[in-house]
């Protein structure tokens, strides 16, 4: 890997790189802690000890039948409590909205009931959820659907890729998309009504509360892609349109949770499931206006420059430019994830790019990764292998620092943090 020192010493670059007397990776004696990570923070209404969050983390490990969360899955987010924020993993808001095997949702008793051994064990251990609501649109299959129907999406454009179902043998498989439906205007209205279930649904099971997926190309963010968005009405065409329909959403589940309680999540520059923008400052301009004006609990933005800092490379200055422009609209809290080590994490809140930083595979091989972070403990890698189905074989398994020492458990949130 390249040394920080090689890289600029001053201009943007800079800003984005531990300091030089940090390295990352494995270190010896307990240090002092990162200062500005285990600062306290605002998100909305709630106090944050810390500003060490989990990113969602798809895993496909909800019970079947039924897209079910179960005491596997409790014990997954019971273990890794001691973040100052766990952003649930993404839960499909109903059947149309799902879009890989065995994730769960959000929309049946059972799965509210499921979510509510989630919720109490998390909170029996100190810790705070917030629910991720999902739909995919486009990128599902019709395996997937209710009665085998068609996907939905702003337009009947198939995306470059594969799905992710279950076969008949009742293993994963990768299989071709297929061409979307379009969803009719009249429609919408009973999509936004499925998020203001799921919202509602994800109270009952006691969330602290709900981000709205809008990243990843998924369905609201292939309506603010004009590559993905080819329609000629008043949610396709000039970005007021694009954004129409994450906007009402927004608003709707608002009004079930109020403002201070409901963040969104965007992937501004992403081309993930085949989304694209030829002018993406324009679309994240408005759409960051007018979530902040909205006065939005938080906004959660999958960092552009994600490669970049995890490599400890220079950022390509697109994303350097959007990442200021995010900044420089949304007069609330930011959380920012993507690619981020201890040590890059400590020098973006440094350098005031962000408020909390959200980590995701880190938080899949480290359940206790704050207290790594504290005191300058080793952190693991985690095994793609596993990330996606199967049971507890690297999803719980991962040890925390004291069973790898051999000591007595300890409790899951220091509570001198708080
Ligand atoms: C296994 C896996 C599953 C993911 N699932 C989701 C998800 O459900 N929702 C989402 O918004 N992002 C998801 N992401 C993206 C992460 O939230 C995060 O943005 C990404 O991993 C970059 O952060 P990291 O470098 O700290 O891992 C997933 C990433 C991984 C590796």
Redesign the pocket.
């Known amino acids: 890997m390249m040394s920080v020192t090689t890289l600029p010493e001053s201009g943007a670059a800079s800003a984005l790189l531990p300091e030089p007397d940090t390295e990352s990776g494995t270190r010896g004696a307990p240090q002092v802690p990162p200062k500005n990570l285990f600062e306290p923070a605002m998100l909305g209404r709630y106090r944050l000890p810390h500003r060490i969050a989990m990113?969602?983390?798809?895993?496909s490990r909800a019970r079947q039948p039924g897209n079910v969360p179960a005491a596997l899955n409790a014990l997954y987010y019971r273990q890794r409590s001691s973040a100052a924020v766990i952003i649930a993993?993404?839960t499909q808001i109903s059947m149309q909205g799902q879009g890989y095997a065995w994730t769960p949702g959000i929309h049946s008793r059972e799965q509210v009931e499921g979510w509510r051994l989630v919720t109490d064990a998390v909170h029996a251990a100190g810790g705070r959820i917030i629910l991720?609501l999902?739909h995919v649109g486009r990128i599902s299959h019709p395996a997937l659907q209710p009665d085998g129907m068609l996907p939905v999406a702003p337009s009947a454009i198939k995306p470059t890729g594969m799905a992710f179902i279950e076969n008949e043998k009742g293993e994963g498989e990768m299989v071709p998309f297929e061409t979307p439906r379009a969803l009719l205007a009249e429609e919408i209205p009973y999509l936004v009504q499925q998020y203001v279930r799921g919202a509602a649904n994800a109270m009952e099971a006691g969330f602290d509360g709900v981000e709205v997926?809008g990243?990843?190309g998924y369905l609201l963010d292939q309506f603010l892609s004009p590559r993905a968005n080819r329609r000629n009405d008043r949610y396709g065409g000039p970005v007021e349109n694009r954004a129409r329909l994450l906007l009402e959403v927004v608003r709707a589940v608002s009004q079930v949770w109020g403002k201070d309680r409901v963040g969104t999540?965007l992937s501004p520059l992403g081309s993930f499931n085949d989304v694209g923008d030829d002018d993406p400052q324009s679309t994240f301009s408005y759409v960051v206006d007018k979530l902040s004006d909205f006065g939005l609990g938080y906004l959660h933005v999958?960092n552009p420059a994600?490669a970049a800092v995890?490599k400890q490379t220079r950022p390509d200055p697109a994303a350097l430019e959007m990442l200021a422009l995010i900044r420089g609209k949304f007069h609330g809290p930011l959380m920012l994830?993507?690619?981020?080590n201890r040590d890059t994490a400590e020098a973006w809140l440094a350098h005031g790019k962000a408020d909390v930083i959200?980590?995701?595979?880190?938080f899949?091989a480290n359940p206790d990764l704050p207290e790594r972070f504290r005191i300058g403990a080793h952190i693991n890698l985690p095994d793609p292998s596993t990330?996606?189905g199967g049971g507890a074989k690297g999803y719980t398994d991962y040890p925390t620092l004291a069973q790898e020492r051999g000591e007595a458990p300890k409790p899951v949130v220091d509570e001198s943090w708080r």
């Open positions: 990113a969602p983390l798809t895993r993993e993404a991720q999902w997926h990243a990843n999540r999958i994600a995890e994830a993507g690619g981020f959200a980590f995701g595979r880190e899949i990330y996606y």
